[in-house]
């Protein structure tokens, strides 16, 4: 019988624990490798396994209405060790899961130490691992070590080193006013696989532009950890509160010009300013608001956003924020399997993969970890399908997002959290008199409909595996 190749997983958070574990439960050997205590980061406080730095809330557990509560029911069901120790340590939270940090992080640490296919290393990994090892799982999260950044960075050909990456807001598509908002891309200029009206614009008047840039200029900020205060912003992704400060016509010169387009609403005038949304998906249900990356708060967000004509019903998929990050640019650089595509030999699970969150991190790991384990015992494991809470950031993170134009010079690539704007759509189900349903029943109904057909999906692909390894 061939000698199964040892899996190594560099970083010991929620993702690298997860994939550890699956691995080993998959029955390969695993070596984990977490440089504390050895080398601390400025963010942990203990040599734990999973420590939880920034909150203790996993947020919803509703998997009917709730894309990250569907994301949590999926990982216990495949046997998840981090949903295994959160339900373990829970806290009283209503709907949410929150859980108690010490007695999680301390369950975590004591499963994978006892488990008898776990190796814990306590190294720092400064460097590209050694060629010798086959199968590498890269789990650093948003602090990896400075050497083992740039060797990534050297080796995939992408700046995935640590600066502040601020992030704009996008929206549901569907939540957008249409008798406000219109199709069209700057002079009608079609760019790459457009079609000249790629863009949904939504104008501002002269009046609505000063109430906007005032309401800017007072809102409250997020403040800044200790740790990150050091960090310069990227010049070229100024928050939006940042670029008004420097003058109140900044914005209307820059992200929100007004130049090269029509309203037709207004009998094809040209507006005083206007906020462009950008597609940020395949599905064509996620838009991005192009330069509109903010510390503002996030009720502040929602409060100032919704005073951009068209926006005021606005769902938020994602918030805007400012993080200190390392993260791929995943599209361009991984493959369906999580692999780098310039080395193969090493996966990436968790925030460096281009997810945000706790469970993201968690759950990319979960799969990672299964991937390696089936490509270390000789096969390959497909993973889940895009209708499905995992694999639907799969599919975003390795394809289904629209990259920038490379010619350009863009990326618009940033990580995200789980929703439902992620999973292909579907039709809302009627009501049970036939009727079709409105307004947020429709919308409860839909999300729904996504949920219990995603559990379907993944209960298959969990038993076609079952079925392989009964063979």
């Not at 900020?221 to 740790?227: I, K, L």
């Not at 950008?278 to 838009?287: E, S």
């Not at 903010?294 to 956003?305: A, D, M, S, V």
Request: charged content about 25%; glycine content about 10%; overall charge neutral.
């Amino acid at each position: 019988m061939a000698t199964v190749s040892h899996i190594h997983v560099i970083g010991g958070g929620l993702a690298g624990s997860e994939a550890a574990w699956q691995a080993a439960m998959a029955g390969i050997p695993v070596v984990l490798h977490e440089m504390r205590p050895n080398r601390m980061t400025p963010a942990h406080t203990t040599d734990r396994l999973a420590e939880l730095v920034c909150s203790n809330s996993f947020r919803s557990d509703d998997w009917q209405g709730n894309a990250v509560g569907l994301l949590h029911e999926e990982m216990r069901r495949a046997g998840s060790l981090i949903m295994a120790a959160a339900d373990a340590h829970k806290l009283p939270a209503g709907g949410a899961l929150a859980v108690d940090r010490e007695g999680f992080s301390r369950m975590v640490t004591d499963r994978l130490e006892a488990h008898p296919l776990v190796t814990m290393a306590r190294e720092e990994i400064d460097a590209l691992p050694p060629a010798d090892w086959r199968h590498v799982i890269v789990a650093t999260g948003p602090l990896t070590a400075p050497g083992l950044a740039e060797a990534i960075r050297t080796c995939s050909g992408e700046d995935a080193l640590a600066f502040f990456d601020a992030i704009a807001p996008i929206v549901h598509r569907d939540s957008i006013d249409f008798s406000k908002a219109w199709m069209q891309s700057r002079y009608d200029k079609a760019g790459p696989g457009g079609g000249g009206a790629d863009y949904i614009n939504c104008p501002l008047s002269e009046a609505e532009y000063e109430a906007f840039i005032d309401a800017l200029l007072s809102a409250e900020t997020v403040d800044f950890r200790d740790w990150e205060r050091d960090t310069p912003y990227f010049e070229g992704c100024l928050p939006i509160e940042v670029m008004a400060a420097r003058g109140r016509e900044t914005l209307r010169f820059g992200p929100m010009k007004p130049v090269g387009l029509s309203n037709p609403h207004a009998g094809g005038a040209r507006p005083h300013a206007v906020v462009q949304l950008r597609q940020d998906n395949a599905l064509g249900t996620l838009w991005n608001m192009v330069g509109f990356q903010t510390k503002l708060k996030h009720g502040e967000q929602k409060r100032i956003f919704r005073m951009i004509p068209g926006l005021e019903r606005a769902r938020f998929a994602r918030l805007g924020g400012l993080h200190r990050n390392a993260f791929l640019d995943s599209p361009r650089v991984l493959d369906g399997q999580l692999r780098l595509k310039a080395e193969p030999r090493l996966r990436f699970a968790g925030q460096i993969a281009g997810v945000e969150g706790y469970v993201e991190s968690a759950a990319i790991g979960l799969l990672a970890g299964r991937l390696a384990a089936a490509e270390a015992a000789g096969g390959t494991l497909a993973p889940p399908p895009p209708t499905t809470a995992i694999g639907a950031p799969v599919a975003h993170i390795t394809g289904g997002h629209l990259a920038g134009s490379e010619a350009q010079g863009t990326r618009t690539f940033q990580p995200m959290n789980i929703n439902f704007g992620l999973f292909p759509p579907i039709e809302a189900p009627r009501g049970t008199d036939g009727r079709r349903l409105r307004g947020k029943e429709r919308a409860r109904a839909r999300k729904r409909a996504m949920a219990e057909r995603a559990l379907r999906d993944f209960e298959a692909w969990l038993a076609s595996q079952r079925c392989q390894a009964a063979e």
